[in-house]
């Protein structure tokens, strides 16, 4: 079924993401994390799709999985990176094929190792509006969800303009929005109203990453861009002192549940967990409060 159908049908949601394991026989013990994860009663969850090589058909196999295993609504994501229309035709059709009805829709970025150029690179789809455009034309029956930025994308000259990016998206015809990890819910919201103002009615669903260990800190910070609240930070320095990892753990769960709360207390539709693949904080973050 299409998210935006069921988003209005179910609120408030979680949802998840996933990676593909990069090896096979990492596969079973991911399944069993998934269907761990179904206590949870996911509205969907999505799939992430790798920069390059393998991980590209993984992503369509691991969406089967799920579908099979999980009995999940699934949503692959689909990057513009080195693609022609051949080549996202060819995803589309596949993802058509498994019954799936939804997919992200991307630009993506630059894979390590890459020495093109940024034309070569993204020659055919030089934005994620030009694939959501080039799927809305192409393939009109798939719901289409883009990337949204709270904090503003690294690369926009101004986050005027990156949310004039977002309006066009909507445009060319994305029908929502999953943000972005970020740690201070007002940004969220704050970005919700500025998006509104300029006519962006789709939903617009906030991701949230509970923090493990100070490992996944430093991968936010380098990573994402994300902004941590000193606060977080300190607390976060302070439990590590006094408890080590496992009071590390517990300041990651206890803030990401303040985290969605107050999202869903405020009127955020849903949240959308980035699970890393793992089941035992998604679920202790979300307990009970749906
Ligand atoms: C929820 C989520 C899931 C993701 N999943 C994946 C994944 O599975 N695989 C993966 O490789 N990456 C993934 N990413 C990362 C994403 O590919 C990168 O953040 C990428 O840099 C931006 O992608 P985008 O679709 O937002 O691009 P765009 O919307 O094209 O924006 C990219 C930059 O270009 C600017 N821009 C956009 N259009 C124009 C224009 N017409 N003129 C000038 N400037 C413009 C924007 O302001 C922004 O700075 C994900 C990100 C999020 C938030």
Same mark, same amino acid.
């Given at each position: 079924?299409?998210?935006?159908?069921?988003?209005?049908? &179910?609120?408030?949601?979680?949802?998840?993401?996933?990676? *593909? *394991?990069?090896?096979?026989?990492?596969?079973?013990?991911?399944?069993?994390?998934?269907?761990?994860?179904?206590?949870?009663?996911?509205?969907?969850?999505?799939?992430?799709?790798?920069? %390059?090589?393998?991980?590209?058909?993984?992503?369509?196999?691991?969406?089967?999985?799920?579908?099979?295993? +999980?009995?999940?609504?699934?949503?692959? &994501?689909?990057?513009?990176?080195?693609?022609?229309?051949?080549?996202?035709?060819?995803?589309?059709?596949?993802?058509?094929?498994?019954?799936?009805?939804?997919?992200?829709?991307l630009r993506g970025d630059r894979p390590s190792g890459f020495t093109g150029t940024d034309e070569e690179l993204f020659a055919a789809f030089p934005h994620a509006e030009h694939l959501v455009g080039y799927i809305r034309t192409h393939h009109p029956q798939l719901a289409i969800g883009?990337?949204?930025? *709270?904090?503003?994308?690294?690369? #926009?000259?101004?986050? %005027?303009?990156?949310?004039?990016?977002?309006?066009?998206?909507?445009? +060319?015809? #994305?029908?929502?929005?999953?943000?972005?990890?970020?740690?201070?819910?007002?940004?969220?919201?704050?970005?919700?109203?500025?998006?509104?103002?300029?006519?962006?009615? $789709?939903?617009?669903?906030? %991701?949230?990453?509970?923090?493990?260990?100070?490992?996944?800190?430093?991968?936010?910070?380098?990573? +994402?861009?994300?902004?941590?609240? %000193?606060?977080?930070?300190?607390?976060?320095?302070?439990?590590?002192?006094?408890?080590?990892?496992?009071?590390?753990?517990?300041?990651?769960?206890?803030?990401?549940?303040?985290? $969605?709360?107050?999202?869903?207390?405020?009127?955020?539709?849903?949240? &959308?967990?980035?699970?890393?693949?793992?089941?035992?904080? +998604?679920?202790?973050?979300?307990?009970?409060?749906?």
């Open positions: 079924m299409q998210i935006p159908h069921l988003i209005r049908a &179910h609120q408030p949601f979680v949802s998840l993401e996933f990676f *593909p *394991p990069k090896k096979k026989e990492e596969w079973p013990g991911f399944l069993e994390v998934a269907r761990e994860l179904g206590q949870l009663k996911p509205l969907f969850a999505s799939v992430t799709y790798g920069a %390059g090589g393998s991980t590209q058909s993984n992503t369509l196999e691991i969406c089967e999985q799920l579908i099979q295993t +999980c009995g999940f609504e699934v949503m692959p &994501h689909l990057t513009g990176v080195t693609a022609d229309r051949e080549k996202i035709d060819g995803f589309l059709l596949a993802i058509k094929a498994l019954g799936i009805e939804n997919v992200l829709a883009v990337a949204g930025f *709270p904090e503003g994308h690294a690369e #926009a000259s101004s986050f %005027g303009d990156d949310l004039e990016v977002m309006r066009r998206k909507v445009e +060319c015809g #994305a029908d929502f929005v999953i943000t972005q990890l970020y740690f201070d819910n007002r940004t969220y919201f704050d970005y919700v109203e500025r998006l509104r103002a300029r006519g962006v009615n $789709v939903p617009i669903v906030p %991701g949230i990453l509970p923090i493990r260990n100070l490992g996944s800190l430093r991968f936010i910070l380098e990573m +994402c861009n994300a902004r941590i609240p %000193g606060r977080l930070i300190n607390s976060l320095m302070k439990a590590h002192e006094d408890g080590g990892a496992k009071a590390v753990y517990e300041i990651g769960v206890a803030y990401a549940r303040r985290q $969605v709360q107050e999202l869903l207390d405020g009127g955020a539709p849903g949240v &959308h967990l980035y699970t890393l693949n793992k089941a035992d904080m +998604c679920l202790q973050v979300m307990d009970g409060l749906l």
